[in-house]
């Protein structure tokens, strides 16, 4: 194996990604994240590859993602990903094949997608990174990002309970200048690209309390945000999910109000991620769930 190994390249060919890269990337992105949660005795975020590969190939078709591949003599080892819906691009997911780890390969395809954000010049970027893994820790530090905010990744069953006054329904583009409010008086900015999207997909929802909207989701799940005026508004869009897709959603853990009462429903901690930004940043002034971009 080390022979093998000293044959990889320190500096491989970086290109920009494509559909036709969906089974390499999505191969790769799934025995990437399977080799380093296993190490550290955590669930895989992919429990199968073609769940990797289908989500890629979503990414890769998107005209609002930038998509780069890193290549050792033609062979797909890497790739990385921008949302650039907002004026807050989102970073993701980021992997490598775990032969060829080590070599500054994620090192460059960060490097690559930050220089792409700053040419298109986004007020910010961010990224979630799982707490446990300390080089990717080390490494977004050293490249500017400041760790914001502990994130717990929950998962379980939808408790189904109903808050008096509040009732949740499926949003539609008449609701999306009042979510873009909400979201604007909780982070500074909206996120109207990302729930444009999920309205078309027919995911978001929007809560009320008495008629009036107080909070909205994407999809309660992995790569979805929600944002509400209130907990109990947030709450109300957990309990109603009809499922938590993926690994589960992020609940800021200093939100120990929220955190508790998801554990008091029954759900459950699955691992512990870092909200972590370059560029524009307010702390929020509302609940808030964010998705594994931000």
Known sequence: ??????????????????????????????EAFKAISTQHNFPPDFPEPA???GLLSGLLTHEAFYAVV?????RVVGSNFLDERNTIAGVGPITVDPQYQNRSIGHQLMQSVLKRAAEKKFEGVRLLQAAYHNRSLSLY????????????????????????GYQVRPANLEDIETCNRICVQVHGHDRSAEL???????????????GVIVGYTTLVA??????????????????????????????????????????????????????????????????YLPSIYY
């Not at 890193?70 to 033609?74: C, F, I, R, S, V």
């Not at 905010?149 to 998962?155: A, D, K, L, N």
């Open 196 to 210: 444009f999207d999920a309205i078309k997909q027919g995911t978001a929802r929007v809560v009320e309390y008495r």
């Open 141 to 164: 530090t050293k490249l500017g990002f400041v760790a914001r905010e502990p994130i717990s990744v929950i998962q379980g069953t939808p408790p189904r309970l109903n808050l008096p």
């Open 222 to 287: 992995f790569f979805g945000h929600s944002v509400a005026t209130s907990n109990d508004a947030l709450k109300t869009l957990i309990a109603n999910a009809e499922e938590y897709p993926g690994p589960g959603f992020h609940v800021p853990t200093r939100n120990f109000e929220l955190f508790r009462w998801c554990l008091e429903q029954g759900l459950r901690v699955v691992q512990p991620m870092t909200l972590m930004t370059t560029g524009r940043y307010q702390d929020p002034s509302g609940p």
């Open 70 to 74: 890193a290549e050792d003599a033609g």
């Open 51 to 53: 769940l990797a590969i």
């Open 1 to 30: 194996m080390s022979a093998h190994l000293n044959l990889i390249p320190e500096h491989p060919v970086l290109r920009a990604g494509a559909l036709e890269d969906a089974n390499d990337c999505g191969q790769i992105c799934y």
